[in-house]
């Protein structure tokens, strides 16, 4: 039974600092791409920050390069995303997403969801 259960989502202000984590399990980590991605109510799903199965080749949504590190501990099989210098338009529901293999920005590729953690950031 795979699970992926996000945590660390909450309330803060504009440039403040979060840091969402994802567990997983029922699944060999290593051999998953993990990636975040986001929905603000109205708006699409967004691609935020993906990372491949060996924690290399970090990749990042426009809008958040240079505020936002993904990162994974495989050992701990946990993937995390830092999230720095938040702005309003960062507030949304954040997924967590596992691939089999190799790391892709689009959401139907994605096998495997957690069933999101809220981040509201006010202004």
């Known amino acids: 039974q795979v699970q992926l259960v996000e945590s660390g989502g909450g309330l803060v202000q504009a440039g403040d600092s979060l840091r969402l984590s994802c567990a997983a399990s029922?699944?060999?980590?290593?051999?998953?791409?993990m990636a975040w991605f986001r929905q603000a109510p109205g708006k699409e799903r967004e691609f935020v920050a993906g990372i491949s199965g060996g924690g290399g080749s970090p990749v990042y949504g426009n809008s958040v390069k240079g505020r936002f590190t993904i990162s994974r501990d495989n050992a701990k099989s946990t993937v995390y995303v830092q999230m720095n210098s938040l702005k309003p338009d960062d507030m949304a529901v954040y997924y967590c997403?596992?691939?089999?293999?190799?790391?892709?920005?689009?959401?139907?590729?994605?096998?495997?969801w957690g069933q999101g953690t809220q981040v509201t950031v006010s202004s």
């Open positions: 997403a596992a691939k089999f293999r190799g790391l892709s920005p689009h959401a139907n590729e994605y096998s495997y």
């Open positions: 029922g699944l060999t980590i290593r051999n998953y791409a």
